[in-house]
């Protein structure tokens, strides 16, 4: 923690974001003007329907794509006026778990060199501190120092999803950006990674933004919310006091849908029922 920094201060800060692709037919607005702030120690989710625009927040906070203006502090330096260089230290304060365990992960690589990697890119450790660090957080994600010396298709999908969280966790990171983290996995194994990830947060005090579809997952892993439609903040606030009194239609229709029978994959209904119920 930077020593000017107060605690109340946000680790994360995100103003004004606005975010264009280039496209054949001209830019497209992608993110207009969003602002949004996660503290130190908390978690910050954002929803929205498909295509309005998590994702694009997402990989700006990790500067995978230049936003078009706006500012992105973390822990007071803005992400967006450094060059890749100045970047590339503080990269360690902020890492990403995908969505699809599979695809995020080297198919040639093993469990070891995966989780191992952030940390020699970053030249911390020797390369027998590094397999004892890759041991540890094997074992803090649930897998057994067997699991070392496997590569990614010898794992189940949750199992994968656990090595991506072992090497976004290796290079002890005060930031992790879960995209869609918890979508692909069935949903016993989506409840017992939530379970992980909320233990690690009590452990180490690290913040998430955690992007979701689903809002059972949000209602139980989220202390803030930002609702999002096309492009645009729609509403945000207390996680609980969005969900149960939504001042917009559109976070109203949203949880409609999430009650719907149909498509309740991954809800757990008694819990959004009781979230839901005033
Ligand atoms: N590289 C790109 N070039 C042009 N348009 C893009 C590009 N990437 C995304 N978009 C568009 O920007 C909008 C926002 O996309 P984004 O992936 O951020 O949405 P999302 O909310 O994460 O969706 P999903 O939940 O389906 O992943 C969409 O309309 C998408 O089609």
Do not use: W
Not at 188 to 217: C, D, K, M, P, R
Not at 241 to 264: F, G
Request: proline share 5%; aromatic share 4%.
């Amino acid at each position: 923690m930077s020593e000017t920094t107060s605690t109340a201060a946000p680790f994360l800060s995100v103003k004004n974001l606005v975010v264009e692709y280039s496209t054949r037919t001209g830019p497209y607005r992608a993110v207009n003007d969003v602002s949004f702030d996660v503290a130190r120690g908390s978690t910050l989710a954002i929803v929205g329907e498909s295509g309005c625009g998590k994702s694009t927040v997402a990989k700006s906070i990790m500067r995978l794509l230049k936003p078009t203006s706006g500012s992105i502090h973390l822990d007071g330096t803005d992400l967006l006026t450094l060059s890749e260089s100045e970047l590339r230290p503080l990269r360690k304060k902020f890492q990403m778990v995908f969505q699809d365990p599979y695809g995020s992960l080297d198919p040639r690589q093993t469990a070891e060199e995966i989780i191992t990697e952030p940390l020699k890119i970053q030249k911390m450790a020797s390369a027998a501190e590094r397999t004892q660090e890759a041991k540890r957080l094997l074992d803090r994600v649930g897998l057994p120092a067997s699991a070392l010396y496997r590569r990614p298709n010898e794992f189940s999908g949750g199992q994968r999803q656990r090595i991506g969280i072992a090497r976004a966790l290796a290079s002890k990171p005060e930031l992790l950006v879960c995209d869609e983290a918890t979508s692909a996995l069935d949903v016993s194994v989506q409840a017992q990674v939530l379970q992980l990830l909320a233990e690690i947060q009590a452990e180490t005090g690290i913040s998430y933004l955690f992007i979701s579809h689903n809002l059972g997952v949000v209602q139980e892993i989220s202390e803030q919310i930002v609702v999002m439609r096309r492009g645009e903040l729609v509403e945000s606030g207390p996680t609980r006091q969005v969900l149960c009194s939504p001042s917009a239609d559109y976070t109203r229709s949203l949880r409609r849908a999430a009650l719907d029978p149909s498509r309740m994959q991954g809800i757990k209904p008694r819990h959004l029922l009781a979230g839901l119920a005033g």
